[in-house]
């Protein structure tokens, strides 16, 4: 046994009976691990640890983690005996074979001070000033401190006791309990037997609690309980008979309550000497309370022999069967009548009349072929009860059984509602009804001559005015007032509300089928869905308390809607309501609300609200809804990096190459666990909260190296997030190419890189600018002396062609064409003049300058020129096009004085890396061999021009046509024309 240093400041609520708790059990279906409770203690960050016969179990509300001896290395042996949670948050888990400490991730192993091996631990007690007293198996009592267990056989009892429970009263002192030596009180290290007629000291001790008002309660083999008060015990209660088998474990809650647990599968509450005994229902069998926890909320937590863990809690709506037998779950509607008794229509046992004590009177119907299908009830103003079935009305005088009402015009169909109005007036809903209504003269049929359209109507509601308002399948909704009916459409549109419900202040709620809710306010319809914070649009019931807050029925269990809540969302000041939502974690047998026929919900006389489910009645008291809205602090349980777990609170440098980080969080909440709601940020990359509700887990990828902060918040169904998030910190290393060191190196290279270039560049504008001072000297030169010359004698030869006699044609005729040589000399000088001056020299392109060239060569000669290119626009620099231009007009000048043709062809062509050019004229034959003698300096000309450019000339005599001279260029920078396809 263990106990607690400090008793839990909360408790279940007194005045509940034992049999209002809400009752839940966790096994194998649930996710349990399978095996026999041994221990529970609950730590200070609120996990709640089990001790098994097959290893150590975490849980959190919603997650099981085992340890045991093959994930835990400090663990040796799989059987848990004792637990107890020190003040300083570490758990102490008493073992087959010793004691292991677990805090945070450590696992650390206590080694006797001997080193021998250990006995078995019995019990674990931890005290105020964090030292632990660890009980034994016939190994007698131990003190652990910094890692090491020292036996205290000076305490009064022999080292080969067995010490069955420890526990610690309010004055400080140790309450030791045996298997043999009975029960001793310890102080200073000094023990002193308690013996009495009631306890003798062979007494074999079961369990010990100390109760807050300094008690120790005293259960014992084959005693009944008992109670030390000071240093006399005394009897614990005046009779035993209740509590039934032998007592195996006590807990005292902090209202002074004392919860037993017996041998033969009870438990029973004490207070004030008085015992009320818990029965469980068949599901919830507790088969030997062996282990008792009184957690931090003050909720009893119980753990069996072979039934797992149960929990006993405050159930805020508090769940009532309405037959015992297991086939009539089905509620149709809840109504109280004007005697305070409710009246509960079922799906095939027949109306039910109870006042959830003890009374309970079930009434049938008289046509057994109806199934005894009640399936709405109402009581008129004279007292009489009224139940819609499936053949029609049914009235109940009091006194009498149900009788079918026969009357003409009474409904003999299928009924889903009945309804009385302030003018005692009872409205009647159901199939092939349509429109009607009982009063003190009958029944009243109304159709399409009061104008209702509807094939029938369904349920009703009655606003402040006196107005009827009815909803109906297929056609919409409709109201009734003086007498007739109207249709209520939304902009034309036809509203199909499933449940309506008139507040007090002349506002209509409706549930519209898959829309959510929506209000008529002074005949304008205003909608509220899941945009509106609605946790569904599934909606089946609407009713108000008295506090100011709207309940809705759905598929997943009642929310509570504040109205001024609704009104800031309806005027803009506010983005969403935050609605409280009650479901199975609030001790709901169902979280599904009835939705086919009514009353589905009603407001009793108390104050209290009842609604119809499909298991049984749920009541719920409006006024008593404190629910702990405070998020669970949170926390980091694991984080995963690459596929290996490491230990999230150390300093963690993860890899350059880390791809993915996983990790997993967690917010103990043991009431409501599926509400908490997490949201996280990694500070570093996130600007903003990353909301993932209730995911408790995030997936980190594609993160950049750096150092990082990864923080996780919690909240209760969307409520105020956590004031301190719980944070893991890491960095990823920064690889070499990126570090501080090689881009200082690589800035360094580019500096002295730098420099050289500007060296290297200054040097090279340096000559480039005595170049260009040279070239600009020689122009001035060529321009002051070589065409100042041929430019007076261009003017001799002009005015000397002037002064030919008329009878000397032939000599006009040289002296003009000596004019024109001069003159193209003079303008090739002025162009090399220019080309001198130009910082950058002139590059057209290649195919012009041929073709200017040599058709300025062939004026005057009456030959004709054929030029034709493939290459485009292509330019070789002004050195290349120069020997170029002069090698092709040197082949020209050949085929004007030695072919003496009329035709010369010139092609200029591209291939892949080489630009091909050729002259072709169509004169005589022409001696190749004696073009090629020394006499002829022309060829040798080309042929040098051609190797100091690389290329190549060839000389080729073509029959029919006359001499080729190909010059092939390469030019591997120069791809060849696409042509067109």
Known sequence: MALAVTSPLSALNPDTPISGYWHRAWGPAEGMPRGEVTALAQTRDRYLWIGTDDGLIRFD?????????????????????????????????????????????????????????????????????????????????????????????????????????????????????????????????????????????????????????????????????????????????????????????????????????????????VVNGSIERFEPGPEHALTNARRLLISDDGSLWIGTTSAGLHLLTDAIARSYPISNDPGVTLTWAIMEDSTGQFWIGSNSGGAIRTNWNSVRT????????????????????????????????????????????????????????????????????????????????????????????????????????????????????????????????????????IAIYADNQNRIWIAVQDAGLQIIVDERVHAFGAQSGLPTDQLFSIIGDDLGALWIGTNRGMFRLELQQLESVLAGTLDQATPMLFNSDDGMRSDESNRDSGPLSWKSRDGNLWFATTDGVVRIDPRNISRDQSPPPPMIVSVVVDGERIDHEAQNHLATRTRRIDVGFAAVNFSSPDRVHYRYRLDGLDREWVNVRTRDHAELTGLKPGAYRFDVETSINGGPWSPQPA???????????????????????????????????????????????????????????????????????????????????????????????????????????????????????????????????????????????????????????????????????????????????????????????????????????????RKHAGIRGMRERAEEIGAVLDLERRTGAGLCVTLRVPVPDVAAPRVPG
């Open 61 to 269: 509300g919603k997650r099981f983690e085992s340890f045991n001896k093959r994930n835990t290395p400090a663990i040796r042996s799989n059987e848990v005996r004792a637990l107890c949670a020190a003040p300083d948050g570490a758990l102490w888990v008493g073992m087959q074979d010793g004691i292991v400490r677990f805090q945070g991730a450590e696992r650390t192993r206590v080694e006797t001070a001997s080193g021998e091996a250990y006995v078995v631990t019995q019990s674990l007690l931890c005290q105020r000033d964090g030292s632990v007293l660890a009980g034994t198996s016939e190994g007698g009592l131990f003190y652990v401190e910094t890692g090491k267990s020292v036996p205290l056989p000076g305490w009064g009892f022999g080292t080969t006791e067995t010490i069955s429970a420890l526990a610690l009263d309010e004055g400080g002192a140790v309450w030791v309990g045996t298997r043999r030596a009975g029960l001793l009180r310890c102080a200073a290290r000094a023990c002193e037997p308690m013996i009495s007629p009631l306890l003798p000291s062979t007494a074999q001790i079961m369990a010990l609690a100390v109760s807050t008002d300094g008690r120790v309660w005293i259960a014992a083999l084959g005693s009944p309980l008992l109670v030390a008060e000071g240093l006399e015990i005394n009897p614990g209660l005046a009779s035993n008979e209740l509590i039934g088998g032998q007592i195996t474990n006590l807990a005292s809650a902090a209202d002074g309550a004392l919860w037993v647990g017996t041998n033969d599968a009870s438990l029973s509450r």
């Open 362 to 497: 079930v009434y049938t119907l008289e046509d057994p072929l109806l199934g005894n299908s009640v399936n709405t009830v109402a009581e008129t103003p004279d007292g009489r009860i009224w139940l819609g079935t499936l053949a029609g009305v049914y009235e109940m005088r009091p006194g009498s059984s149900p009788r079918p009402d026969t009357r003409r015009g009474a409904p003999s169909n299928y009924l889903m509602n009945l309804f009385v109005d302030s003018m005692g007036r009872m409205w009647v809903g159901g199939t092939d009804a349509g429109a009607r209504f009982l009063d003190a003269d009958g029944w009243h049929v109304l159709g399409e001559p009061e104008g209702f359209t509807g094939h029938y109507a369904w349920r009703y509601a009655e606003d402040s005015s006196g107005s009827i308002w009815i909803t109906t399948p297929r056609r919409g909704l409709f109201r009734y007032r003086d007498g007739q009916f109207s249709s209520v459409t939304d902009n034309g549109k036809t509203i199909r509300a």
């Open 727 to 933: 944070s893991f910190a890491f960095s990823i290393a920064i690889p070499f190419h990126e570090s501080p060191l090689f881009l200082s190196l690589v800035a360094g290279l580019i500096l002295i890189f730098g420099v050289i270039f500007h060296h290297f560049r200054v040097t090279a504008l340096s000559r480039r600018t005595a170049l260009l001072q040279e070239r600009n000297e020689m122009a001035r030169e060529l321009h002051d002396t070589l065409a100042q010359s041929v430019s007076g004698t261009l003017v001799r030869l002009e005015l000397a062609a002037r002064m030919v006699p008329e009878n000397c044609e032939p000599l006009r005729e040289h002296l003009l064409t000596s004019y024109g040589v001069a003159k193209e000399g003079l303008d090739e000088v002025r162009r090399v003049v220019h080309r001198l001056r130009s910082e950058e020299s002139e590059n057209p392109p290649l195919h012009k300058v041929l073709e200017t060239r040599i058709a300025r060569q062939l004026r005057s000669t009456g030959i004709k020129l054929n030029f034709r290119t493939s290459a485009g626009a292509i330019a070789l620099g002004p050195v290349m096009t120069h020997q170029i231009c002069r090698i092709m007009e040197e082949a020209v000048s050949n085929a004007i004085l030695h072919a003496r043709t009329r035709k010369i062809d010139v092609s200029l062509e591209i291939a892949a890396g080489r630009l091909e050019l050729s002259v072709l004229d169509y004169g005589g034959d022409v001696d190749l061999a004696a073009l090629s003698t």
